[in-house]
């Protein structure tokens, strides 16, 4: 039986994200999910779940400067630090809001060549799959389309399930977007069907 997440980020714009808990509620949805959550108190993301009877279904590793135009760190080999620190606080706030999967962005390679931007992404998921499975949480990756986000390094299904297989954790797997599925290569049901 499918069951459907509403996302904060994109649903519900008319009132304030804090407001949007409620709305969710009202529209009846049970799960709702929101990119980062960081921004917030995690107390005060807590009470809204709790008060509104929801389920935090998802949220997303820190990106870097959203702002300023990033779309995750996870390949990028200068920032290992950095992410190595957002995987501490996001397992705080997954721990905080009852969250049991976090996704991971792989941002763009910059100016890394692709062997040592997949080599570092590798070596960023084997990390962060230890760590969150150590607080009993799913880490996912999904492939974006480079059309929404240029330049983006995982963009493939194909290409999720190598990493998937060169990081051999249990607790890794696709977060599978047939959006994005269908804007890069489309034939979606054949490569659901493969992976």
């Known amino acids: 039986m499918l069951r459907f997440a509403a996302n904060l980020g994109m649903l519900f714009t008319e009132v304030d994200f804090l407001e949007r808990f409620a709305s969710a509620r009202a529209?009846?949805?049970?799960g709702v999910e929101y990119p980062f959550p960081y921004a917030h108190d995690k107390e005060t993301l807590a009470e809204r779940?709790?008060?509104n009877g929801l389920e935090q279904v998802l949220?997303?590793?820190?990106?870097?400067?959203w702002a300023g135009g990033e779309r995750g760190i996870a390949c990028q080999p200068e920032r290992r630090g950095e992410f190595r620190d957002g995987v501490g606080l996001a397992i705080e706030y997954a721990k905080a809001?009852?969250?049991?999967?976090?996704?991971?962005?792989a941002g763009t390679a910059r100016d890394a060549p692709h062997a040592l931007a997949f080599d570092t992404f590798v070596e960023n998921l084997r990390f962060a799959a230890v760590e969150l499975g150590a607080a009993g949480i799913q880490l996912l990756i999904e492939p974006i389309?480079?059309?929404?986000?240029?330049?983006?390094?995982?963009?493939?299904?194909?290409?999720?399930?190598?990493?998937?297989?060169?990081v051999g954790a249990a607790n890794l797997g696709l977060q599978y977007d047939i959006y994005?599925?269908?804007?890069?290569?489309?034939?979606?049901?054949?490569?659901?069907?493969?992976?």
């Open 59 to 65: 949220i997303n590793l820190p990106p870097g400067d």
């Open 145 to 166: 389309n480079t059309r929404d986000m240029p330049d983006f390094f995982l963009s493939d299904s194909a290409q999720a399930l190598t990493l998937i297989e060169a």
């Open 49 to 51: 779940l709790r008060d």
């Open 97 to 105: 809001l009852a969250c049991q999967r976090v996704n991971c962005l």
């Open 27 to 30: 529209a009846g949805f049970r």
């Open 180 to 195: 994005h599925r269908q804007v890069m290569r489309g034939d979606v049901a054949r490569d659901i069907e493969r992976c």
